[in-house]
């Protein structure tokens, strides 16, 4: 049976906003050979995308009818949440050693997507 993961993708922000093009082409390759290890390797990808720099996110809390909206990030730490893919697997310990190709000496974070028909899903 095939399951849903997300892959998260952190990253020093400001480091990648620095970084010469040649090390942003040579990042950019690495994920085009893991979308092609995947589809080699019978993973699937439904979908993923790079994501804005965290100072333009907005945290809001509250209720519906009393949200509060700051601006930047949720937690203030160095490395944010940069990108992230959502794949399917049936065999998770390939999907996390084709995700090695995406960590290098970083880290990259994979966690399983919880089923619409789990009952637990709504306790959640």
Do not use: K, N
Not at 24 to 45: C, D, K, N
Not at 71 to 83: I, K, M, R, W
Not at 88 to 96: E, G, M, Y
Not at 100 to 114: I, Q, T, Y
Request: hydrophobic share 35%.
């Amino acid at each position: 049976m095939s399951d849903d993961y997300l892959v998260l993708l952190p990253d020093d922000e400001d480091r990648w906003a620095d970084a010469p093009p040649e090390v942003r082409q040579e990042t950019y390759q690495r994920h085009v050979e893991f979308a092609r290890l995947l589809a080699e390797r019978g993973h699937t990808v439904l979908g993923g995308a790079e994501l804005e720099h965290s100072r333009e996110a907005r945290v809001v809390r509250g209720t519906l009818d009393d949200i509060q909206v700051t601006q930047g990030p949720y937690a203030e730490t160095v490395e944010q949440l940069s990108g992230y893919y959502l794949g399917r697997s049936d065999d998770l310990d390939d999907l996390l050693q084709v995700c090695g190709l995406l960590a290098g000496p970083d880290a990259v974070e994979v966690r399983r997507v919880v089923p619409d028909s789990d009952p637990a899903a709504g306790q959640r």
